[in-house]
């Protein structure tokens, strides 16, 4: 009997398998790490292997896979910090379980992090929700009518690469300058401070540091920094400009905010609503903000999701 | 038997009443003046009186209305140009019919413009697009999955109100500044236009005329104006930066350019595509622009969708 689904949620360094029961129960989770050996040919046979060695096949329903890249109806373009290129995880998976009846789905992993947060985060019982993942990079996911959107490209909610008149005109990874990542991400506020600190001669405790974190930042902006603070400031004002965007494009529910900079709390809450609330009509500023709850565990939740 | 469907746009100035039969066909179209008299009150009951004229009420299925202000979940939040606050239109209309069992909806009328360009013209067998109306306004609709997007204050689509870093800052009609409609709708490329006149000594055989349309300023630049096409590029840029926002947060198939400025056929989507490409990563590229083909009936055959 097919009573189990899993959630797997690809990442560059490891891989989150959750076991779920159809009740949407949590009754196990595995971790492995990411095999990027021979552009990362190995990867789905690793996977394989832990689910042979602690199931029986023919028990799984369906297995959902979350994966750093663009994927549209089930099809991955790219994940570059994996090695693919493009990818049938459907098929192939199939083909390595020797199972052709299991519903195999994939979609992008930050878009299954927004799914995650619906399915059991801190978007429970909401059905249309944008969520921004302020890590490394920035994240986006777009989930409308319950459904995750990919896109016809797979670059639904990639808000990090949205173009933005900075200040600095930062050169983004993607070869291109201005992208919100260059300024809004972790490491985009770190970038951002040392432009900021550089054009002005303001004093500051960051400048003791000849590098300093993100969290460096927030820290002394909540110790009531002044500089910090208009760092922030300017930094959450990129993002809101964009997420008052995405409302008069999709005007979600909710807003969810994730990634390590949302450690910050209500703290970056504050300084993103802020700007956000005077650029949209008043009567849609009822709009929720909130704080993901399920840190590094949305990926592997939202995979489940898509599957259900 | 219940043979037939309405799809039913009313704008502020007349109504379209579509009659279809459930194969999708379109039989017959009514058209009456909007009625703006006592907030709007009259408008139901006067398109329930030319329905009963024509047809037997048991006989139909269902009933689409778009109209021009928010909804969601099928409530009209407003719509100032009728004289309407909140309204529930569905319980209103079966009341007037005295059928309880037509499957009425209600959305938005740019929205179902978008749906329309689906359902019967340029966007044919697209699940996945936005539109944007360059009319006296601008207006905005959202497809995805094949289903209409209201959003929950129902402004989903609606980017003339997005805020842009325009060179003016000029003011909006919904009270505030910078808005895309000030720029790049049929009136803003006029505005920008005057106000760009103003800001340069450039000669141009637009300083003859007092006043002018946008229609003008386009058949200038086709003819090779130089400051018609600056002005031209300017407006078009704006809208360009807005809709590389869409593709990153929803990714559409395909864009839509509707309203009287899209008369200017492919000459105005080249506008554009000139800004909105080196914006967008070169795999997303290929999304397609395409001019809208069912001009001021969309909204009806949209509304006809709505009920599928």
Known sequence: MRRYNLGIDIGGTSIKIGLFDLDDN?????????????FGEYI?????????????????????????????????????????????IVSEFKAILNDDEI????????????????????AHGYVNAFMVTLGT????????????????NGVAGEIGHTHIDDLY????????????????????????????????????????????????????????????????????????????????????DIFIIGGGISNAGN???DKITKFYYPLVKPFIQTTHFEIATLGNDAGMYGACYLIK
Chains 1, 2 share one sequence.
Request: hydrophobic share 40%; with cysteine; charged share 20%.
């Open 26 to 38: 949590l009754l196990d989770s595995w971790n492995l790490p990411t095999n990027k050996s021979s």
């Open 267 to 269: 703290f970056i809450i």
């Open 103 to 122: 519903v195999i789905k994939v979609a992008n992993d930050a878009n299954l992090a927004a799914a995650g947060e619906i399915y059991k985060g801190v």
């Open 169 to 252: 005109n930062l050169n983004c990874n993607c070869g291109k300058n201005g992208c919100l990542e260059t300024v809004a991400s972790a490491t985009g506020i770190v970038r951002l401070a040392k432009e900021y600190l550089n054009h002005s001669k303001k004093s500051s405790p960051l400048r003791k540091y000849s590098d300093f974190s993100a969290k460096k930042v927030i820290d002394y902006a909540k110790l009531g920094d002044q500089v910090a603070n208009e760092i922030l400031d300017l930094s959450m004002e990129y993002l809101a400009r964009v997420l008052a965007k995405v409302t008069y494009i999709i005007n979600p």
């Open 137 to 152: 990079g920035i994240g986006g996911g777009v989930i409308i009518d319950g459904r995750v959107v990919d896109g016809i």
């Open 44 to 88: 789905l046979h690793e996977i394989a292997e832990v689910i042979n060695s602690k199931l029986v096949i023919s028990e799984i329903r369906g297995i959902g896979f979350g994966v750093p890249g663009p994927v549209a109806k089930n099809l991955v373009f790219s994940c570059v910090n994996l090695g693919w290129g493009k990818k049938d």
